[in-house]
């Protein structure tokens, strides 16, 4: 009876799989697609992220339409096709499918940016699970047990599993988008040059998709799953403060504060992003707020800030890349308490106001990443 209610859960799916492919996905991974409804990638669109439609109406239009689908809407196969942008579904829905992410095959390196290229199999999703690779490709069967009287299913009854692609275990997979994008000047306007070596212990899957309780699929229940929120800008998971260290050095009219990157991009590398460290000193019960220091890259031309697709130039850099020391001129106490609170912002507040968003409190809402204390 159960391998028959799979068989039909599985017909049924595919009758409207391409109509709707991340809604099919619900049916058997319904905490992985409540997470991926709240995450970056559902809402890299035009229609639900405010400040890509905001750059993109400034954006002078070429011949070729939206220029950014390849990475803001791989799913809408009309728009990659016309370059007509609209709002429709799968804007709103899945501009960046669930089955789009787990059909790339490989990641082709380019000059201006790179390309993700998809398996042309159908129903043969990639995916990474350590204790897997090496297998063969998991197919639907099951598995009788008590001379017969049982039967267990295995694997998904809607489309098979290869364990065995590279590029979702070192993290590689996502750079397809999230590497360089070079303007027409040849400058690179995001900074996350990042294609991860052997040696390099963190990916963008450790950081980014950290494991969190809960089963990744009802079939065969797990403990715990890949967070599919993307962990990061919209999702400002804990587990990220674990690959940023703080250390305070004391000094007779001042201090430094060190911050130590331990992923393997510059932290607040895209354009109009701001990084915030904000210093609170607790001393005889009063509480000392210290000026916050700001990290940004501001993209120019001609000494001037402009707009991405302008710029040729950096004007000013004070991003975090492996390490980064700041100076307070302030003193530290015996008996002082030092906070140190490291958040970021979509955007900056001045940059809000250049892209008509200064009424939206969420894209400059400080998300914070880390926070520490020292007793001194």
């Given at each position: 009876m159960k391998k028959i209610i799979y068989i039909t859960l599985a017909l049924l799916m595919s009758s409207f799989a391409y109509a709707n492919e991340s809604k099919v996905c619900q049916k058997c991974h319904p905490i992985i697609y409540d997470e991926y409804c709240k995450s970056s990638h559902r809402k890299a669109s035009t229609v639900n992220n405010p400040i890509h439609k905001a750059l993109w109406d400034k954006h002078p239009k070429g011949t070729d339409g939206y220029s950014c689908a390849k990475c803001h809407s791989p799913s809408d196969k009309e728009l990659m096709q016309t370059g007509i942008l609209k709002d429709n579904k799968i804007q709103r829905?899945?501009?960046?499918?669930?089955?789009?992410?787990?059909?790339?095959?490989?990641?082709?390196?380019?000059?201006?940016?790179?390309?993700?290229?998809?398996?042309?199999?159908?129903r043969e999703f990639y995916t990474a699970q350590k204790e897997k690779k090496g297998s063969k490709k998991a197919e639907y069967a099951t598995k009788s047990s008590f001379f017969g009287l049982v039967k267990v299913s295995q694997n998904s009854p809607f489309h098979k599993i290869d364990y065995n692609n590279e590029n979702y275990y070192n993290g590689n997979v996502c750079m397809g988008c999230?590497?360089?994008?070079?303007?027409?000047?040849?400058?690179?306007?995001?900074?996350?040059?990042?294609?991860?070596?052997?040696?390099?212990?963190?990916?963008?899957?450790?950081?980014?998709?950290?494991?969190?309780?809960?089963?990744?699929v009802t079939l065969n229940e797990s403990k715990t799953h890949a967070f599919h929120g993307i962990a990061g800008i919209y999702h400002m998971n804990k587990e990220m403060g674990k690959y940023i260290d703080f250390s305070i050095k004391r000094q007779e009219n001042n201090f430094s504060v060190k911050i130590i990157n331990k992923s393997n991009h510059a932290l607040f590398g895209q354009a109009f992003r701001e990084g915030v460290l904000q210093?609170?000193?607790?001393?005889?019960?009063?509480?000392?707020?210290?000026?916050?220091?700001?990290?940004?890259?501001?993209?120019?031309?001609?000494?001037?800030?402009?707009?991405?697709?302008?710029?040729?130039?950096?004007?000013?850099?004070?991003?975090?890349?492996?390490?980064k020391d700041v100076t307070f001129k302030s003193k530290i106490l015996t008996g002082d308490k030092v906070t140190l609170i490291l958040g970021v912002r979509r955007i900056s507040k001045e940059a809000a106001k250049k892209l008509n968003l200064q009424n939206n409190k969420e894209v400059t809402k400080l998300k914070i990443l880390k926070t520490e204390s020292f007793n001194f």
């Open positions: 829905e899945e501009p960046i499918s669930c089955v789009y992410c787990h059909t790339i095959k490989t990641v082709e390196e380019g000059d201006s940016s790179n390309t993700n290229l998809i398996t042309n199999k159908n999230h590497s360089h994008v070079n303007n027409e000047h040849n400058f690179d306007i995001t900074m996350l040059d990042a294609m991860i070596d052997k040696k390099d212990k963190n990916t963008c899957v450790t950081c980014h998709m950290p494991q969190v309780s809960g089963t990744k210093v609170n000193i607790l001393r005889d019960s009063k509480t000392i707020n210290l000026k916050p220091f700001i990290f940004t890259r501001i993209l120019a031309k001609d000494g001037k800030e402009v707009m991405p697709w302008l710029a040729n130039e950096t004007l000013k850099d004070t991003l975090i890349y492996a390490k």
